[in-house]
């Protein structure tokens, strides 16, 4: 795999997201080297998939389980938001999709 391998912006982007989500007390790999390896995991497939648990040189590679502790989070946020727990403070919440509950002060735009 080359140096100059590019990334998309997009992911880039996504790469930024996925080191907030990974957790501080794991040792991760933050190299570009596993940069390249989740990307072309991400675009690619097939063969370039890898476990977001599996070590190379005793580290995680970062991305990879930055992605899959995020992808959890958002799962849970979505299961308590279908159950209506994310929403005790906010009052009432009203259904704006079949699977989405918004509370109404986000809607609407408070007379601005």
């Known amino acids: 795999m080359g140096v100059d391998m590019k990334v998309s912006q997009k992911f880039t982007k996504m790469s930024k997201i996925y080191e907030m989500f990974c957790p501080s007390d794991v040792q991760c790999d933050f190299t570009t080297a596993a940069l390249h390896n989740q990307y072309l995991a991400e675009s690619k497939g097939g063969i370039h998939k ?3 648990s599996q070590q190379f040189d005793g580290k995680y590679n970062g991305y990879s389980v930055g ?14 938001v279908n159950k209506r ?5 906010f009052g009432e919440p009203v ?12 809607i609407i735009d408070n007379g601005k």
């Open 67 to 80: 992605k899959h502790y995020m992808d959890l989070t958002i799962k849970i946020w979505l299961e308590d």
């Open 95 to 106: 259904v704006v999709s079949k699977t989405l509950l918004v509370p109404i002060e986000l």
């Open 50 to 52: 890898f476990k977001y």
């Open 85 to 89: 727990k994310l929403y005790e403070d």
